[in-house]
């Protein structure tokens, strides 16, 4: 498997900024962040693939959210705008075992994350 490390997480207003980063241990996968509130299911968000291409955003942060990848650095971002109260879970980090990206759902991605927790409140 490809070993996951996330930071960046904290807590913020509504209507805040967040940068999360996600180094991992080897480039050429797929990889994606989910999320997870309590009592409810793990939620994709963003994916991209290792050439870059197959970008794919939850509905629910189209606009506001954007997933980059640095090769060089073997880091995966997720820049988050405009956050909401609902947006706060925990947000992890997941790498499928292939370089291109399939359906953005959990059961795809094969290596994940510790997590690192987003907070959104006034």
């Known amino acids: 498997g490809v070993l996951l490390v996330e930071s960046g997480g904290d807590s913020v207003q509504p209507g805040g900024s967040l940068r999360l980063s996600c180094q991992y241990s080897?480039?050429?996968?797929?990889v994606a962040w989910f999320r997870q509130a309590p009592g409810k299911e793990r939620e994709g968000v963003a994916q991209r693939d290792f050439g870059g291409a197959n970008i794919v955003y939850a509905d629910s942060v189209k606009g506001r959210f954007t997933i980059s990848r640095d090769n060089v650095r073997s880091t995966v971002y997720l820049q988050m705008n405009t956050l909401l109260p609902e947006d706060s879970a925990m947000y992890y980090c997941?790498?499928?075992?292939?370089?291109?990206?399939?359906?953005?759902?959990?059961?795809?991605?094969?290596?994940w994350g510790q997590g690192t927790q987003v907070t959104v409140s006034s």
């Open positions: 080897y480039s050429r996968r797929c």
């Open positions: 997941a790498a499928s075992e292939f370089e291109s990206c399939g359906r953005l759902e959990a059961t795809e991605f094969t290596s």
